[in-house]
């Protein structure tokens, strides 16, 4: 039959192993970038953000890298655990003060 | 820690009627968002509000939405004649400053019948 709606990439991964989730942003001239992290029927949650000025950012668990040659992004997961099973999401800051927000990657936890 | 608060958490109303959708930003924060996310799509920019006027607006904001900020917390949006594909998730944000995270409400769930 036929499917309506967007077809998420998908990426499962044994619980303890790391994620690693990808995005590819649109505009060179993008200064500012967030991750989040959306579960299902909940807003968006904050993980982790970087600016254009750094390459290389980390968090708990989470690490962010930037690579503006080629315009890509990547969410680092150590050791995921059942409860980061959700749709991550990165958020490009264009001018004007408007976050354009890509597709989304669904991650599945195998416990 | 801060949030931004949301409410009603859903709303059914019939095709054609008003619908108010409602958001409590946090407190000190300057810039104000609604998006909206249709059932498994990405999440899509509608509106930006800053220094009590809109900044920008999307092609999905036409005239059947407005945006208001009556009093010092609260910041609405507004359908006048809602339609069958205005049902989505709405979502309120808000951030402090110009290059600052972006902080998400939990949503409303519009349903239009």
């Known amino acids: ?111 | 820690e801060p949030e931004v608060t949301q409410t009603p958490s859903h709303q059914v109303t019939q095709m054609g009627q008003e619908v108010i959708l409602r958001c409590v930003p946090i407190s000190n924060h300057l810039y104000f968002y609604w998006y909206r996310q249709i059932l498994g799509q990405k999440v899509e920019f509608l509106v930006s509000f800053y220094n009590n006027e809109i900044s920008e607006k999307s092609e999905i904001f036409d005239d059947q939405f407005s945006v208001e900020r009556p009093d010092g917390s609260n910041f609405t949006l507004k359908i006048r004649s809602t339609k069958l594909e205005d049902s989505a998730m709405y979502f309120c944000a808000s951030k402090g400053g110009s290059v600052e995270k972006l902080f998400f409400g939990s949503g409303t769930q519009l349903s239009v019948l």
């Open chain 1, 1 to 111: 039959g036929e499917s309506v709606g967007l077809h998420l990439p998908t990426l499962s991964v044994q619980e303890g192993d790391n994620s690693i989730i990808n995005c590819a942003y649109s505009n060179s001239a993008s200064d500012y970038f967030i991750w989040y992290k959306q579960e299902s029927g909940k807003g968006p949650q904050f993980i982790i953000d970087i600016r254009s000025n750094m390459d290389k950012r980390q968090g708990q668990r989470v690490t962010v890298l930037l690579n503006k040659t080629v315009k890509h992004l990547s969410l680092q997961i150590a050791a995921t655990q059942p409860g980061d099973s959700a749709v991550y999401f990165c958020a490009e800051l264009l001018t004007g003060n408007q976050f354009y927000f890509g597709t989304g990657t669904s991650l599945t936890v195998i416990p």
